[in-house]
């Protein structure tokens, strides 16, 4: 009697989770973005294998279609890059879902992802990762305001030294 | 009309895991045919369904993700939920029969009211046993019935951890309870030590204090179970004919039941106990509940007592009681200590000497009182030959009495004791260790009979 999560759940949402990905593309297409189904199969993987690698299970479509229609409409997303940045924005969400111990819930987390894409990292998902969201993650967990930031106190520090 | 014919089972309840009762059911149904692979199925998808619906509450709709390990922990309370109920089929044939049709969801919304059900019922007769609990020194006892029930009914989660303990059950149960989980082990838990202390209050405190002085002096902190010893001595003097209500089994009556059960096998000491445990529930009006917990007790007992007389050491199953305060007391003083300054000052000395005779002359002349005696031997830093030399002046009394400080404890639990503590109960168990055996025994009995002034 086979009762272990993973190889069950995967198995019965897999087809599931695909289908809700492809339906996302009547609301992309709007910003001249869209996937292919082996696009959503291959995204649905990547989802599995951060799930697996990560340590976590999800039911549903869960977090992949609410960062395909958050990030859909950033300028620095077009056709070419698409569906690459969304495997590595989908690695990266579910990294920082227990680096942040699970403080901070899931569309919070994607809407400061986007904010921080499309402002400050200008597009780079290696500054979003290693800088932006290590230091929200950072934050949560010593229990500091999610935009505290070291810099800007040691910057204001220096101001008032001149 | 029972016609004394057993109805034929498929699946025998024997066979079902006490743990994972779900589980096991559905395997045996399945490989005895009362469960198709359809059924099987259905069931495993209603089940990851409940645990989606399950988790996205344990994540107040926050996040669609969570960690595998709190999604196993869930799907194991919703499994133990749901096997909760089917337990409550007597028949598992019927249980696997009642699978086949019933949604999951409904199984569990029924397995979750019997939780209900069960914390409502534990908890009443967790306030009734707290309301009679017998008055006993030992710390396990009150510690574990008091703190440690109430700790588990302030943790328990029966949404989403409903197989968890969350508390070790540290005071032990006399009868085993089988391999439960969460309520289902609290519930057999707490009505287990309500019957042990319906029965242990047939007895004053002071008679069972006296009863557990005779097992153990440092009974306080032992991990036993009061129960047990109770029972066994009342079921001696009882056998043994002397006074069962002051649990008093003197010395012609433990020479009287060496006697009887050395002869025995073990087939007759059962009779013979079951005989004095009617006796006893008769005498003290036991109500069914009790006196069936005492009849389960008794294979128990009678094992205890077959083995105990092969190996001839019953004196270790019926206990004579013990009364520490008529024992003789030795009041001692370990003396006045002196002034600070003067005290540095002989250390200094000390500490100056080239050759150990100068040391114990400085102390010879110095030290007049145990208490300064004490100190010496910690600050002097003196060598373990230069202690021995010292010890040897003293008198056994005042060995016993440096011996009450620095008592004989683990090794393990020496670590948590300063270096130069650690290095004089070396020293002094080393130098007690020399002396004959007649001087050894002298001091542990005063050791133990001191008491400071």
Redesign the interface.
């Known amino acids: 009697m086979n009762f272990e999560l993973i190889p069950f759940a995967s198995g019965l949402m897999q087809k599931h989770a695909v289908s809700e990905i492809v339906k996302c593309n009547d609301y992309t297409e709007q910003f001249g973005l869209s996937l292919t189904r082996e696009q959503a199969v291959e995204l649905v993987n990547t989802r599995s294998l951060s799930l697996r690698d990560n340590g976590r299970i999800e039911f549903g479509g869960g977090a992949t279609q609410k960062i395909i229609k958050e990030f859909c409409d950033s300028p620095y997303l077009y056709t070419q890059n698409y569906a690459a940045t969304l495997h590595e924005l989908i690695e990266t969400f579910y990294y920082y879902k227990n680096e942040t111990l699970d403080l901070i819930s899931d569309d919070d987390l994607i809407k400061f992802m986007k904010s921080a894409f499309d402002g400050v990292c200008q597009g780079s998902i290696d500054l979003l990762s290693n800088r932006e969201l290590y230091r929200l993650a950072k934050n949560l967990r010593f229990g500091l305001p999610a935009d505290y930031s070291e810099d800007s106190f040691t910057e204001d520090e220096g101001d008032d030294d001149e | 009309m029972n016609n004394g014919l057993d109805k034929i089972r498929v699946i025998e309840r024997a066979e079902l895991s006490e743990e994972n009762y779900f589980?096991s059911l559905?395997?045996q149904a399945?490989s005895k045919d009362l469960l198709g692979d359809d059924d099987?199925e259905r069931l495993?998808?209603e089940?990851?369904t409940l645990?989606?619906y399950k988790?996205?509450r344990y994540?107040s709709g926050?996040?669609?993700?969570?960690?595998?390990?709190k999604?196993?922990s869930i799907?194991d309370s919703n499994?133990f939920t749901i096997g909760l109920w089917l337990k409550t089929y007597k028949d598992p044939d019927y249980a696997a029969a009642v699978l086949r049709k019933a949604s999951i969801n409904d199984l569990y919304q029924k397995g979750r009211k019997r939780i209900d059900e069960l914390v409502s019922v534990t908890k009443a007769v967790h306030k009734k046993l707290l309301g009679e609990l017998i008055q006993t020194q030992n710390e396990f006892y009150r510690l574990t019935i008091e703190d440690g029930i109430n700790g588990f009914f302030k943790l328990y989660y029966a949404d989403f951890a409903a197989q968890e303990i969350h508390i070790s059950a540290d005071y032990p149960e006399y009868n085993p309870i089988p391999k439960f989980e969460g309520i289902e082990f609290m519930n057999a838990y707490v009505n287990a030590l309500y019957f042990e202390n319906e029965f242990c209050r047939n007895f004053s405190a002071e008679d069972i204090h006296h009863l557990l002085c005779g097992y153990a002096e440092d009974y306080r902190s032992l991990l036993i179970n009061i129960y047990e010893l109770v029972l066994t001595a009342a079921l001696g003097c009882t056998i043994a004919g002397t006074d069962t209500r002051r649990l008093d089994i003197n010395d012609t009556g433990k020479e009287y039941l060496r006697h009887i059960f050395s002869i025995m096998p073990y087939s007759e000491i059962v009779i013979t106990i079951r005989q004095a445990a009617k006796e006893l529930t008769c005498r003290f009006r036991c109500q069914s509940g009790l006196a069936r917990y005492i009849q389960n007790s008794l294979p128990l007992i009678a094992g205890k007592i077959e083995t105990a007389a092969r190996e001839h050491t019953l004196d270790r199953i019926f206990f004579t009681p013990d009364f520490p305060e008529n024992k003789p007391k030795i009041i001692f003083s370990y003396g006045e200590k002196m002034d600070d300054e003067q005290y540095r000052k002989i250390i200094n000395e000390i500490a100056q000497c080239r050759v150990s005779q100068d040391k114990i002359a400085i102390i010879k002349q110095h030290i007049h009182s145990l208490a300064d005696l004490e100190d010496i031997l910690l600050d002097a830093d003196l060598t373990t030959g230069e202690t021995a030399s010292v010890l040897s002046v003293l008198n056994l009394a005042e060995i016993a009495a440096l011996l009450k400080r620095y008592p004989l404890m683990p090794q393990i639990d020496m670590i948590d004791l300063r270096e130069e503590e650690q290095l004089l109960r070396k020293n002094l168990y080393s130098f007690i260790r020399r002396l004959s055996q007649e001087q050894q025994k002298a001091i542990v009995k005063a050791s133990a009979a001191i008491e400071e002034a």
């Open positions: 589980k559905l395997a399945h099987i495993q998808y089940c990851l645990l989606a988790t996205e994540n926050d996040s669609s993700s969570i960690r595998v390990e999604a196993v799907m499994l």
